[in-house]
Structure formats: structure tokens, C-alpha cells
């Protein structure tokens, strides 16, 4: 499957941004989904996933409450909705595919190109 990420973009503290990334090749709802970030000069990290059919989703500590995971697989498109968003959010965002759920990026074999988040102070 490919996966095509967007959304990204230079927004101030406590703002919102919505991340989309798009799917295509494989049946997309065979897959789960999820998103990872990196921030210069760490590793990079579990942000959210959901379920096949999108009736769970699993957020972060670091992220619960402020963002959301959702998918549309009429669409081939998951969301990530980020409100409240803080400088410490600021990060190159990854969506990536998988059969199974797991925090561990070795376990997606599937992953975007990535897209920017610079949240300011």
C-alpha cells in the first residue's frame, strides 16, 4: 500500500491542524493505521492507530485528549485531528500501515513520506 501525507504546516501554540493521509495500492481496510512522529534529534515515536473498521482507536499519552484518529475507507484516508496543539508537538508526522497494532516502528511495513509540523511559542 502507499501512503501519501498532508496537512502539515507552521501553526501557534494552542492551535489546530488536521493531518490527512491517503491511501492507495492494497485494500486499505485490511489495515490498520497509524501515526508517528520524529522531532529533530530523537527517535521516532507512536503518536495514534485505529482499527481496521476505525471502532478503536489508541492515542499516546503525550497526545490524549488533544488529538484524534479517525478514517474514512470509502475514502482510502485517515485523519489526524490536533487541537491544542504545543511546541513540544513540533515534528515530522508519519502515517504508516499495518496488519497488526503495535507502538513499535519496526512492526509497519508501510509508511508515508511524512509532512511538518512546526508548532511556535
Known amino acids: 500500500v502507499q501512503l501519501q501525507a498532508s496537512g502539515g504546516g507552521l501553526v501557534q501554540d494552542g492551535g489546530s491542524l488536521r493531518l490527512s493521509c491517503a491511501a492507495s495500492?492494497?485494500?486499505?481496510?485490511?489495515?490498520?493505521m497509524g501515526w508517528f512522529r520524529q522531532a529533530p534529534g530523537k527517535e521516532r515515536e507512536f503518536v495514534a492507530a485505529?482499527?481496521?473498521?476505525?471502532?478503536?482507536?489508541y492515542v499516546d499519552s503525550s497526545v490524549k485528549g488533544r488529538f484524534t484518529m479517525s478514517r474514512d475507507n470509502a475514502k482510502n484516508t485517515v485523519y489526524l485531528q490536533m487541537n491544542s496543539l504545543k511546541p513540544e508537538d513540533t515534528a515530522v508526522y508519519y502515517c504508516?500501515?499495518?496488519?497488526?497494532?503495535?507502538?513499535?516502528?519496526?512492526?509497519?511495513?508501510?509508511w508515508g513520506q511524512g509532512t511538518l509540523v512546526t508548532v511556535s511559542s
Open positions: 485505529i482499527s481496521w473498521g476505525g471502532e478503536n482507536t
Open positions: 504508516a500501515g499495518s496488519a497488526i497494532l503495535s507502538k513499535d516502528t519496526n512492526r509497519w511495513p508501510y
Open positions: 495500492g492494497r485494500t486499505f481496510s485490511n489495515y490498520v
